[in-house]
């Protein structure tokens, strides 16, 4: 199974992100998604997951309200629709895929590359 995440960018607060995962491989519907990201300085971590048939999802406390994670499987597309985004955003974030649904990083199998965001004026 293959990640590629896009979507990331430079904004200022309190702008709005999109960002996606394009999945290739089989049985990538039979899968959770994560975003975990990782900021300067910090350790990489969960900031969502969702289900394989989206009837769970998880957040990170201090994203709630403004992210929310999404999936398509029909296009094995996967989303995070970020708002109202803080300084405190920025990082590199990364796509994942797995069998537990979980904000721990060490569980998941599959990883992307990454896509930058950075929230700044």
């Known amino acids: 199974l293959t990640l590629v995440e896009s979507g990331g960018d430079l904004v200022q607060p309190g702008g709005s992100l999109r960002l996606s995962c394009v999945a290739t491989g089989l049985g990538a519907w039979g899968f959770n998604i994560g975003w975990f990201r990782q900021s300067p300085g910090k350790e990489r971590e969960g900031v969502a997951c969702?289900?394989?048939?989206?009837?769970?999802?998880r957040y990170l406390e201090d994203v709630k309200g403004r992210f929310t994670i999404a999936r398509d499987n029909r296009k094995n597309i996967y989303y995070l629709h970020m708002r109202d985004l803080k300084p405190e955003d920025t990082g590199i974030y990364y796509c994942?895929?797995?069998?537990?649904?979980?904000?721990?990083?060490?569980?998941?199998?599959?990883w992307g590359q990454g896509t930058q965001v950075a929230v700044s004026s």
């Open positions: 994942a895929a797995g069998n537990t649904l979980t904000l721990d990083e060490r569980v998941w199998n599959y």
């Open positions: 969702i289900s394989s048939d989206s009837s769970r999802t």
